[in-house]
């Protein structure tokens, strides 16, 4: 059966990418079929409805849709990506919607030193602080926007993909 292999499939996914909180098949229709999660391996039978959402609408025009950066009821950021699924004639036959945590990125920035005093964090294309070394920064949801590095890196207008800032110590 198809949809016992697609179960299997997604939950093998979910035990190899930790990063992983949900996996959702969303048909052709906008709607949820199959839903694999870490809290329970289920086939949804109420029918989620994606149809009114940008995973749904942007997966349809072949298009890759990642969120804005949200938060669990714990503080930790998470991204939903939506992913178009393409038949043999290279149609949308459904989108595959995953929420992903960026937990992952505390613990790699919190072990990154930067000179004497320096920093480094992540925002979000928006400028809201989405890593640091201190997790309690990131939980206020801080938009660091006004910061003159992060303000270029909004507008693009640095010339680099990244960018180091010099501190006044260097």
Known sequence: ???????????KLLQVM?????????????????????????????????RST???TEGRQGRVHVSEVLYSPRGEPFVTIGIPLRNSQAQVDAILAAE???????????????????????????G????????GKVALNLNLANLDVVSR???????????????ETG
């Open 1 to 11: 059966d198809d949809g016992s292999l697609h179960k299997e499939s997604l939950f």
């Open 18 to 50: 930790p990063q992983l909180h949900s996996v959702n098949v969303i048909d052709s229709r906008g709607q949820a079929h199959l839903t694999v999660s870490r809290q329970a391996l289920r086939s949804v039978t109420v029918l989620h409805s994606y």
């Open 54 to 56: 940008l995973i749904f």
């Open 100 to 126: 992903v945590s960026l937990g992952s990125l505390w613990s790699s920035i919190s072990a990154v030193k930067v000179g004497k005093a320096g920093q480094l964090y992540i925002v979000s294309p928006g």
């Open 128 to 135: 809201i602080l989405i890593a640091h070394r201190d997790s």
């Open 153 to 167: 890196f909004i507008s693009r207008e640095s010339s680099r993909s990244n960018e180091i800032q010099l501190g």
